[in-house]
């Protein structure tokens, strides 16, 4: 069964940090492009940052540059978010996306363009 699983969200203090994880299981990662997507409530879901499959390509929304960096290692079949200088804005049920895409430098930032999709994890930035 293909599956995509997020975790380490939860409630953190503005300027904290948190890292995500998107684990998968019933195919390997290796050849796929990973994004990872935030939905707050009333808002569409918006591209976070993008992996391409190599893991040499990235992509990051100017409302995250500098404060999180997407990661991936294929031998534990998991990618990953490291979010710090959280801020309220950044409150927000976070997905992560798989796209089979080979062996390419691509990554994708529409969520229409991926195969797979985890359940969610959210994450609350208060004080």
């Known amino acids: 069964q293909v599956q995509l699983v997020e975790s380490g969200g939860g409630l953190v203090q503005p300027g904290g940090s948190l890292r995500l994880s998107c684990a998968a299981s019933?195919?390997?990662?290796?050849?796929?492009?990973i994004g990872w997507f935030r939905q707050a409530p009333g808002k569409e879901r918006e591209g976070v940052s993008c992996?391409?499959?190599?893991?040499?390509?990235?992509y990051y929304a100017d409302s995250v540059k500098g404060r999180f960096t997407i990661s991936r290692d294929n031998a534990k079949n998991t990618a990953y978010l490291q979010m710090n200088s959280l801020k309220p804005e950044d409150t927000a049920v976070y997905y992560c996306?798989?796209?089979?895409?080979?062996?390419?430098?691509?990554?994708?930032?529409?969520?229409?363009?991926?195969?797979?999709w985890g359940q969610g994890t959210q994450v609350t930035v208060s004080s």
């Open positions: 992996i391409s499959s190599s893991g040499g390509s990235t």
């Open positions: 996306a798989a796209r089979y895409s080979g062996s390419g430098s691509y990554y994708y930032t529409i969520p229409d363009e991926y195969d797979y």
């Open positions: 019933g195919f390997t990662l290796d050849y796929y492009a």
